[in-house]
């Protein structure tokens, strides 16, 4: 079946640009995962959705980050006025509910590129 | 606060030979622990978990770890490497925080098979 689907799958942006990256979970999946990989390190979670609730934003960086999912299936991370520190691999993750919960399945990424 | 440590950066073995990866964790708790691997422009993967029932855990494509509580580790092995497994490895460890399964990644170990 389909898996986690991300998109654009690159974006290069001006500094000071607003940006909007997509994510389509796995049909069905309840939660949804945002993380952000900067380069060469490990994924680092950013928020976190159960079905439209965002449960848990404590790993925004800054409050020009901002996560929605309004009708609990797809999922916009946007950034206002991007920054170069701001460039970095976006993953988009989901997991069928709370039973499965702690198994996450990996969309591709958004790599962003701030210049 | 949860943890893992990768202890090597980078591994090089020949094709054919065993593969170890290794994995020190850092848990207040009984810990969920994963090996994830990433593929160049390709989604992480899911290679196996450990959930508290086995301690060898079997994965996909050969790999297989062992929890050792003992040790605090979780080295991921193969008895033979394989080309395709070039790639980088996470080794990653589950926090619980309410419905959420919050993952917290090493910083990764990437593989070099060479002929």
């Known amino acids: 079946g389909a898996g986690v689907s991300q998109s654009p799958r690159y974006k290069v942006a001006k500094r000071g640009q607003d940006v909007a990256l997509r994510c389509d979970p796995i049909?069905?999946?309840?939660?949804l995962f945002w993380y952000q990989q900067a380069l060469g390190q490990g994924p680092e979670f950013l928020t976190y959705f159960q079905n439209e609730a965002q449960l848990d934003k404590s790993g925004l960086p800054s409050d020009r980050f901002f996560a929605e999912r309004p009708e609990g299936s797809v999922s916009t991370l946007k950034i206002q006025r991007t920054q170069q520190e701001d460039s970095a691999v976006y993953l988009c993750?989901?997991?069928?509910?709370?039973?499965?919960?702690?198994?996450?399945?990996f969309g591709p990424g958004t790599r962003l590129l701030v210049l | 606060a949860q943890s893992v440590t990768q202890l090597d950066s980078h591994v090089s073995v020949s094709e054919g030979t065993p593969v170890l990866l290794r994995c020190n964790y850092s848990?207040?708790?009984?810990?969920?622990l994963f090996w994830y691997v990433q593929h160049p422009n390709k989604g992480l993967q899911l290679l196996l978990k450990y959930t508290s029932a086995a301690t060898l855990v079997k994965g996909i494509n050969g790999f297989e770890a062992e929890f050792k509580k003992s040790e605090t580790s979780f080295h991921l092995t193969k008895p033979s490497a394989h080309m395709s497994d070039a790639a980088e490895y996470f080794c990653?460890?589950?926090?619980?925080?309410?419905?959420?399964?919050?993952?917290?990644f090493g910083t990764g170990t990437r593989l070099q098979v060479t002929l």
């Open positions: 990653v460890v589950s926090l619980l925080t309410g419905t959420a399964s919050k993952l917290t």
């Open positions: 848990s207040s708790y009984s810990p969920s």
């Open positions: 993750a989901s997991s069928l509910d709370e039973r499965e919960m702690e198994t996450q399945y």
């Open positions: 049909s069905g999946h309840v939660s």
